[in-house]
């Protein structure tokens, strides 16, 4: 018996985000891996990510690795303390 959740899934999210037409065949599927294999999609991280976070590229095993790690946090300066006034 198939869940409720993959009966949504085929129904709704896979038309409407294109899923059956790329993934209705296994001859599609091996036509999309090939095109993959001889142009990669980028593999960076994207740009916007690199506000909150560090980013260092390196390489392993000739494969490119990309280390992410907080930003230390920007210390604001003490706001003056207010001003003294005399009560009468």
Same mark, same amino acid.
């Given at each position: 018996? /198939? ?6 899934? +085929?129904? &709704?999210?896979?038309? /409407? ?9 296994? +001859? #599609? &599927? ?7 294999? /001889? ?5 960076? $991280?994207?740009? *916007? =990510?690199?506000?909150? &976070?560090?980013?260092? !590229?390196?390489?392993? !095993?000739? *494969?490119? /690795?990309? +280390?992410?790690?907080? #930003? $230390?946090?920007?210390?604001?300066? !003490?706001?003056?303390?207010?001003? =003294?006034?005399?009560?009468?």
């Amino acid at each position: 018996m /198939v869940s409720w959740q993959v009966r949504l899934i +085929e129904s &709704v999210a896979l038309p /409407v985000t294109g899923g059956k037409k790329l993934y209705g065949s296994a +001859e #599609r &599927v091996r036509a999309q891996l090939a095109r993959h294999r /001889v142009r990669p999609e980028p593999n960076e $991280p994207p740009r *916007w =990510l690199s506000r909150g &976070v560090r980013v260092a !590229a390196g390489r392993h !095993a000739g *494969w490119p /690795v990309y +280390e992410v790690t907080p #930003r $230390p946090a920007r210390r604001r300066p !003490a706001a003056p303390p207010p001003a =003294l006034t005399e009560r009468d």
